[in-house]
């Protein structure tokens, strides 16, 4: 099992940034590669990015490339979603995840854990 806890989120103005947390506990945080998805209203869940579990590769949606940066720190077990110049369109809640799987992660379905999402409003 892997516990994950997203810590971060917040209202925001367009234009802000934010840097999401994510802290890992359980199994070895470094077997993971780690994704972050996010799901706003009426919505499914969708993609964000996602990083290699030695954080050589990482994988953006093409909504938040250019905007947006994913880094993991394995000896803190942790993973950061940096997003800047932020839109209202980023409003949603955002989920951390893990998984044993390796390769272009950016498909919900290859998790096998998940965080409890942490809210992010971007107002006008």
């Known amino acids: 099992q892997v516990q994950l806890v997203e810590s971060g989120g917040g209202l925001v103005q367009a234009g802000s940034s934010l840097r999401l947390s994510c802290a890992a506990s359980g199994r070895t945080f470094s077997n993971y590669a780690m994704g972050w998805f996010r799901q706003a209203p009426g919505k499914e869940r969708d993609f964000v990015a996602a990083?290699?579990?030695?954080?050589?590769?990482?994988y953006f949606a093409d909504s938040v490339k250019g905007r947006f940066t994913i880094s993991r720190d394995n000896a803190e077990n942790t993973v950061y979603l940096q997003m800047n110049r932020l839109k209202p369109e980023d409003t949603a809640v955002y989920y951390c995840?893990?998984?044993?799987?390796?390769?272009?992660?950016?498909?919900?379905?290859?998790?096998?854990?998940w965080g409890q999402g942490t809210q992010v409003t971007v107002s006008s």
């Open positions: 995840a893990a998984t044993l799987t390796s390769g272009q992660v950016i498909s919900r379905d290859l998790y096998q854990y």
């Open positions: 990083i290699s579990w030695d954080g050589r590769n990482t």
